[in-house]
Nanobody
């Protein structure tokens, strides 16, 4: 059984930093493409970042490029999202997600689609105050 559990959300002032993490059980993060999405109130879930199974490829939404970094710790079997220079518009529930197919990287369109991912965490709230 695959479980993804996010942690690390909280309240931070604009311009600050926060790191959210996703602990995976039932699968090895180094074998699957992993992604982060977010959903603000009244809005659709949107893509934030993705990391390939090999660790050699990443993809970021234009809105976070240069500010957010996705990474993983193979020993802890976790995937993290380091968020710097946070803005009020980054306020959302952040979700970790995993695809089902091992050792597969996807094109940008597929990476940005929630339908590409089969497993989701429960989400962690990130609030950025102005």
């Amino acid at each position: 059984q695959v479980q993804l559990v996010e942690s690390g959300g909280g309240l931070v002032q604009a311009g600050g930093s926060l790191r959210v993490s996703c602990a995976a059980s039932g699968r090895t993060v180094s074998s699957y493409t992993m992604g982060w999405f977010r959903q603000a109130p009244g809005k659709e879930r949107e893509f934030v970042a993705a990391l390939s199974w090999s660790g050699g490829s990443t993809s970021y939404a234009d809105s976070v490029k240069g500010r957010f970094t996705i990474s993983r710790d193979n020993a802890k079997n976790t995937v993290s999202l380091q968020m710097n220079s946070l803005k009020p518009e980054d306020t959302a529930v952040y979700y970790c997600a995993s695809v089902s197919n091992k050792w597969k990287w996807y094109g940008r369109t597929d990476l940005e689609s929630p339908g590409t991912y089969d497993y989701w965490g429960q989400g962690t709230q990130v609030t950025v105050s102005s």
